[in-house]
């Protein structure tokens, strides 16, 4: 990854830690890893979210029946199947809560197959999750051994060239504090006057909080950003008050949060901003490949569990309700080609 993230970067849709991902490219085979353990697990007419999160979700039965107005929808190839075969570009390390392997040590468990899961059962479908690093993820959908990524893909100009979305999920950052802290951001960089925040170097926060800090400097404000090399140095700092605050990607800093809870040093989600900047929601979509014919039925199966509250439940299940949509829209406006 180039020393000098810009929002080209987001454009390729990945956080910080899906980026760790990324980088080892020589451990996924194009084909991916299936695990088919997230495919037969349920009883007919449920799904279970949050199932050996090893505490980073809680777990929950939903009862979600196939909607036939909906499946109709799908693709003929697609229905003749019976199977939704399900993305997750996260190997080898995983990315906690997106997707990572399961307390059993094999099972690949995280938000995003779990929404998967309860779309391919509005769709009367199986779903069957792979695995694979983020390019492969990719390289899947175009070669048709993938229906649909659920892997926080970010929706993009850029990627409507060979992609069609379904919106799910805002694409926000977060600052995360100590939970005793009093501080709250609302999107007003004003907020960050006198303040010691920590980013990652090279990512896309890092170019957002650099441009607030230039705007404090030139009112005579003083911002202070620190650099840490791993994440145990950083919580060091925020728990010893040598920080205000930490930027980095939501649902990353939500997981963070549930595995303080208990702890002496619990945090909070202090305030969010949308990852495309200040003109634009950054959005996360289900993926599918252009002229697939699966947007409509994936952004109607997503409204579907919107409207009967099972949608909020997997969001609070994995902690992640501050990144709720309204509703799912089919190719929203995504973020801008000459976003670069």
Avoid at 293 to 306: C, E, V
Wanted: glycine fraction near 10%.
């Amino acid at each position: 990854m180039s020393a000098h993230f810009t929002r080209r970067s987001l454009i390729r849709g990945i956080t910080a830690a899906t980026a760790v991902a990324t980088l080892a490219t020589g451990l996924a085979a194009c084909g991916g890893d299936s695990d088919a353990a997230t495919a037969t697990s349920d009883t007919a007419g449920t799904v279970t979210v949050g199932r050996l999160s090893n505490g980073a979700a809680k777990e929950t039965t939903l009862k979600v029946s196939e909607v036939k107005s909906i499946s109709a929808e799908l693709p003929d190839a697609i229905k003749k199947s019976g199977k939704l075969v399900i993305g997750s570009g996260t190997l080898p390390s995983g990315s906690p809560p997106l997707g990572f392997v399961g307390s059993d040590q094999k099972t690949l468990t995280g938000s995003e197959a779990d929404l998967g899961r309860l779309v391919a059962a509005v769709l009367g479908l199986e779903p069957e999750v792979k695995r694979f690093t983020w390019e492969n993820l990719f390289v899947g959908i175009d070669s048709g051994k993938v229906n649909v990524g659920f892997s926080n893909i970010t929706d993009t100009e850029e990627r409507k060239r060979k992609y069609e979305f379904a919106s799910y999920r805002k694409d926000d950052l977060a600052f995360e504090t100590l939970k005793s802290s009093k501080w709250t951001f609302d999107g007003d960089y004003q907020a960050l006057a006198g303040k010691t925040v920590s980013v990652g170097a090279g990512t896309n926060q890092e170019r957002i909080l650099l441009e607030w800090q230039k705007k404090l400097q030139s009112e005579g404000k003083q911002l202070t950003v620190k650099y840490f090399q791993d994440n145990n140095s950083l919580y060091l700092a925020l728990n010893s008050g040598k920080i205000d605050a930490y930027l980095g990607p939501s649902p990353n800093l939500s997981y963070h949060v549930t595995q303080t809870a208990s702890t002496p040093n619990a945090t909070r989600i202090a305030g969010q901003y949308s990852g495309a900047g200040a003109s634009l929601q950054g959005l996360i979509a289900a993926t599918a490949k252009k002229g697939s014919g699966l947007a409509k039925p994936l952004t109607d199966a997503i409204n579907h569990l919107i409207e009967t509250g099972q949608y909020a439940k997997w969001l609070a299940a994995w902690n992640l309700s501050h990144d709720a949509v309204a509703k799912s829209e089919v190719n929203p406006p995504g973020l801008p080609l000459d976003n670069s």
